[in-house]
């Protein structure tokens, strides 16, 4: 199938309706391309030209019909994830070529062709956001944590965060990371992670967390074989490096699992700023592609309960708000950084690859 063009143009998040749909999907394609993902680009392209016909049974009347706002809901990536599950296990041997990276010309055939065969299989992966737990984004919570400790907060962190997915960033005090030559973590760590880095060096130093735990609306278990698989199918194909550090993190789960809570992002944070403060330590909410999937009355009461906390933040027992979130026009992940007190206003510290490939510091 021969790519048609496709750009990433601004859009309103909460769109919907049919153009809506069409945008998230052309959106998704131009993010696909620039993210050096064009095997993940080809399936998205072949669903996007499944819109305007009447192939792929009922995955794809849902999805014509999407009654949620599709780019917020990262509709294309829920389809997606579903496919690259089934070529995962086996199970549709057409698809084969597509995840090869032979853009087959026939691609949107045979995605149509797949979505009518295995509909029983692929609807539930319409009913909620993907899981995009990636550990080589942990390397923005271990710099933002160097930088915070250059500003003269306790270098001694507890970590709250919003939307965990697996938990795979709150085992990062068993990571090793090598930030341009700045490392910090244990050095016989079984995940090691260094990300291509431009700019500036972090600031050098180390950091201690004393404390990691997280909530998410539907978390994942990686010591369930079942639910690891689903993680790794929303694992661009391309990106054969993510694979290996999922199973790195299955093995650490396997053996000390980490702290999630069922519970929504704004109820998670009122529980654990209500607890008391701990004189030594710095408190620090963190986040990593979460915030899109976050709806806008739940946005408010967060930013409204940290600045609560943080007008009752002192030097002692600090709190720190870090966040590694899309910028959808640049097709970049940003590193912001704010803290109470002292530093209220949002810092930014660097544009990075969106699975930490590469990082540019500006800090």
């Known amino acids: 199938m021969a790519m048609t063009e496709a750009t990433d143009e601004p859009i309103d998040p909460q ?9 998230a999907f052309a959106n998704q394609v131009a993010y696909c391309r620039d993210n050096q993902a064009p095997i993940t680009a080809s399936v998205c392209e072949g669903l996007r030209a499944l819109l305007d016909g009447e192939r ?6 849902r999805v014509r019909k999407w009654a949620g706002p599709p780019l917020a809901d990262a509709l294309p990536l829920r389809v997606a994830g579903g496919l690259h599950a089934l070529q995962l296990a086996g199970a549709e041997p057409a698809l084969r070529p597509i995840y090869e990276g032979l853009a087959p010309t026939d691609a949107a055939g045979r995605i149509a062709d797949a979505l009518e065969r295995h509909e029983a299989f692929l609807l539930p992966w319409l009913d909620g956001p993907p899981q995009t737990n990636e ?13 915070l400790a250059s500003k003269g907060l306790p270098p001694r962190f507890a970590l709250h965060e919003l939307g965990s997915s697996a938990g795979i960033n709150l085992m990062m005090d068993r990571y090793r990371f090598d930030l341009g030559g700045v490392t910090a973590g244990p050095e016989d760590a079984a995940l090691q992670l260094a990300p291509e880095w431009r700019g500036d060096r972090p600031p050098r130093g180390s950091f201690e967390i004393v404390a990691a735990r997280g909530c998410d609306v539907a978390p994942v278990d990686l010591t369930d074989p079942e639910q690891a698989l689903r993680l790794k199918a929303y694992i661009w194909p391309e990106f054969t490096s993510r694979f290996a550090r999922m199973d790195a993190a299955v093995a650490l789960a396997g053996a000390a699992p980490p702290h999630i809570a069922k519970c929504g992002a704004a109820d998670f944070l009122e529980e654990v700023l209500a607890e008391p403060k701990q004189p030594g330590v710095t408190r ?26 943080g007008a009752r933040a002192s030097k002692e027992a600090p709190l720190a708000w870090v966040s590694l979130e899309a910028d959808r026009d640049t097709h970049r992940h940003e590193l912001a950084v704010r803290y109470w007190p002292g530093g209220e206003q949002w810092q930014n510290l660097a544009t990075a690859h969106p699975h930490g490939a590469w990082v540019e510091w500006t800090g």
């Open 56 to 61: 792929g049974g009922a995955a794809m009347r």
């Open 135 to 147: 550990a080589g984004r942990s390397w923005g919570f271990a710099a933002a944590m160097l930088w």
């Open 284 to 309: 620090m909410l963190m986040h990593s592609v979460v915030w899109q999937y976050v709806q806008p009355e739940e946005r408010a009461r967060i930013e409204a309960l940290m600045a609560e906390a």
């Open 15 to 23: 769109a919907r309706g049919p153009e809506a749909v069409a945008r």
